[in-house]
């Protein structure tokens, strides 16, 4: 562990002391899913030595540690951040991918990604809860170039097959309705263009965001098992002619919530 990250370490520790399992990163309008902890410990991210800080104002990140606790059932000890550094914030995957480092550090094996995504798909509606098959890095960027072990070892980045098709029982269990599909890596921090989407699209994208695959990178490379959702906020531009009304886009978000926490609800339960 380099200097740097064993500062985090230490501080963190020294206001939590747990071993998380599970790592969870909460995207962009699913932060709410951590007010579920129960006897959580929150840590301001702002407080610890070398984390990366959002620019985006009112973003204030924070990690979470605790468990859900629902019928007499607990998950495994979660290590749950609210927020996350984008690479069109600081232009340094080293940043990006920082959260992952230390979830790892502190004992997490298996990492559940969010994130809120355009949909390309045009079976997709607004509203959608995708699992990510797979990904497109459409950025040209890696934040594994300089690690020697992902050089020596060829890492090779993916989902976990295994967390897929259990995530997809949890789901098909509920009647909690999913979709799958391939998510597509931009820099932004613009939204796309038109053309660009018709090229993801060619490209066999089902989804666009701006977030997780440098995180599924970095945990490959750490040896951790990765499921991904996205949570198709929008469809990307030129999929849809309609503009969103903003009421629209509130009822979807409500929607959305109820569904996308009792799906990570039991997908954390059936990972215990
Ligand atoms: N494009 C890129 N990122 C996004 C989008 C989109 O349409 N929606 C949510 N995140």
Redesign the pocket.
Known sequence: MNIKLSDSIDFIQSRAPMTPVIALVLG?GLGDFGSHLSNAVSVDTRDIPHYPISSVPGHAGKILFGTLELGGRTTAQLVVFQGRVHFYECNDLEKVIYPIRIARALGAKTLVVT?????INRLFVPGDLMFIRDYINMTGENPLIGARHAVEKRVRPSFDSAMLAMAKRVALEHMIPTTEGVYCW?K?PT??SAAEIRMMAAAGAD????STVPEVMAAAQLGMKTLGISC??????GISKEKLSHSEVTDTANMVKAHFTTLLTEILFALA
């Open positions: 962009s994130n809120a995504a355009g949909g931009t932004g939204y796309e989804a666009v965001g701006m198709i906020t929008n469809m990307a531009t």
